[in-house]
Structures are given as C-alpha cells and as structure tokens.
C-alpha cells in the first residue's frame, strides 16, 4: 500500500504505522507527516507560529494591552 502522511492534528512515531494518533490537549503538530506534537500558546497569547517554540526563540507570549486573543495555537491578538 501507499504511506500517506497523518494529517494536521495527528502525528506517528513509526514509520510505516496504519493509524496516526491524536495530540492531546492544547498539542498540535505544525504540518502533515509530523513525528510528535508542539504545545500550541494558550488563549491570551500568540506567537509567530502560533506554537510555543522557547528552543527556536519563539516562546507563547501574552497579548498586548487592548488586545485579546480566545483561541488556541493563534499568530496575533485581535484589538479590543
């Protein structure tokens, strides 16, 4: 059979496995074929990616003054 990659959301340690597994909680994983999951930031933050990367200098940070973010894993904060 054909290997195609686990879908956003999903991720497999093994390579050749027939089921992805989903992440837990706020996880997510940035793109398909991903081998494990990334701690998406909180509601009330942001990050360029939208994932909390301290490794890669981009850590979660809180959203400014008169501004709000509700969602979890976003890149901006919305004005008040």
Same mark, same amino acid.
Do not use: A, I, R, V
């Given at each position: 059979g054909t290997c195609k990659n686990c879908p956003i959301d999903y991720f497999s340690t093994v390579e050749g496995a027939?089921? *992805?597994q989903? *992440?837990?909680g706020n996880a997510s994983t940035p793109e398909e $074929?991903?081998?494990t999951c990334t701690a998406q930031c909180f509601a009330g933050q942001f990050s360029h990616s $939208?994932?909390?990367l301290p490794a890669n200098l981009e850590? *979660?940070?809180p959203c400014p003054k008169s501004s709000y973010q509700a969602?979890? $894993?976003q890149r901006? *904060?919305?004005q008040c």
């Open positions: 027939t089921m *992805c989903q *992440c837990p $074929g991903s081998k $939208g994932f909390n850590p *979660c940070e969602n979890l $894993g901006s *904060c919305e």
